[in-house]
């Protein structure tokens, strides 16, 4: 497809509608945009925009659309897949600006925020008024709007599921600058096409996200976490629907090998708990009642000790409301 290039016309229009310090045009664009977090040689973008409301996001498409520019919805750029690299050129639009959480609605469990808040600001912001937020994918500088865009997942996806599940409604902008509502603040919407399932994960290719409502739950008090060192790789993937079928599933489940281990040991000058087992799962405990939350890890300790781990570590326990109160020591002992 071929797309028009961006002309000085084109760059006075846009920073009329966001203000001349949001847009940048040519060699005042800073390498950073060129790339995601794989994709590090990257492509420039002609423009880059920085819209501050969903108003400005609506123009900006129009513009873009009538002119047959490509536009790359951007949030923090920590993607994998070079989904916000500028491809074709055209402007790369970063919402960054939009970065307020609008509501917490803390008799509703829900929360209202524009696409730039970062994952880490906002899970800081509900769990201070004793709010969770479960989705918690691994990079927390990445934005909502990015994690919704990608139907980003993580380590609580085990018991929580992805993005997806926690969301209820969006605002969008299409690309001819129409802006659209879908699903909202109610858990029951059952009527008509999905368009929120739509948009989730399609990358920017549909719309500019400009609005997520999603679903909270109260802030679990406990946190409990167990390295589990295993015989094998077999022995440890197997033991994996044991636990989830024991009836005691870990909010947070992860497997890695004993290479990792090491890397990391050497990269970070620290040591771990364990490092000579062939392959590891650290598995995270969710709850209020320790003794609740013990009853289901020596459940799930017990399934694995069967299942050929050597040993059972608590690698920490957290008291989420009066901080880490433990160090890693040995639960059980294996083979
Ligand atoms: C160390 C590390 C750990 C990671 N861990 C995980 C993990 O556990 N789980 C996981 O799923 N991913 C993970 N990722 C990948 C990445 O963090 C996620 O994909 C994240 O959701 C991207 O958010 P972002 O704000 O950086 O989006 P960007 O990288 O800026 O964009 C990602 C995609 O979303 C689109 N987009 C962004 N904002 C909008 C918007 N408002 N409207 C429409 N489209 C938009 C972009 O066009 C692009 O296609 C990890 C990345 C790193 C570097």
């Known amino acids: 497809m071929q797309y028009s290039p961006i ?4 760059i006075s229009h846009l920073r009329q509608i966001c203000g001349d310090d949001w847009v940048m045009w040519g060699e005042d664009i800073s390498p950073d945009y060129y790339h995601d977090e794989l994709s590090l040689e990257g492509r420039p973008p002609e423009a880059v925009a920085r819209p501050g409301s969903a108003t400005e996001v609506a123009e ?4 873009c659309w009538e002119r047959n520019i490509p536009v790359t919805p951007r949030g923090a750029g920590t993607g994998l897949c070079g989904g916000a690299v500028a491809l074709y050129g055209g402007v790369v639009l970063v919402t960054d600006r939009m970065n307020r959480i609008l509501e917490i609605d803390e008799e509703n469990l829900m929360a209202v925020v524009e696409p730039g808040v970062l994952l880490m600001d906002f899970q800081k912001a509900v769990e201070g008024v004793g709010l969770f937020y479960p989705p918690d994918p691994g990079e927390k500088t990445a934005t909502i709007g990015g994690n919704v865009s990608t139907n980003a997942g993580g380590m609580r996806a085990v018991k929580y599921g992805v993005t997806r599940d926690w969301v209820l409604g969006l605002e969008a902008v ?4 129409q802006i659209i509502n879908c699903g909202g603040k109610v858990v029951k919407n059952s009527s008509g096409y999905s368009l929120t399932d739509l948009l989730i994960g399609s990358e920017g290719t549909l719309a500019v996200i400009t609005k997520i409502t999603v679903k909270l739950l109260p802030l679990p008090r406990r946190q409990v976490s167990l390295l589990v ?3 094998g790789l077999e022995e440890a993937v197997a033991a994996v629907p044991k636990i989830l079928s024991s009836g005691e599933v870990p909010a947070a489940l992860e497997f890695f090998q004993r290479e990792i281990i090491q890397a990391a040991e050497k990269y970070l000058g620290r040591t771990f708990p364990h490092s000579t087992a062939p392959a590891y799962l650290l598995l995270t405990f969710l709850g209020n009642d320790l003794g609740e939350l013990e009853r289901a890890y020596e459940v799930v ?7 050929g781990a050597m040993d059972v570590l608590i690698a920490n326990t957290a008291d989420r409301q009066g901080g880490v109160v433990g160090v890693p020591r040995r639960l059980f002992g294996g083979h």
């Open 229 to 231: 060192p295993f015989t």
């Open 174 to 177: 299409l690309p001819n600058g």
């Open 301 to 307: 300790a017990e399934v694995c000790l069967a299942q």
């Open 60 to 63: 900006i498409m129009a513009y």
């Open 7 to 10: 002309t000085a016309d084109d």
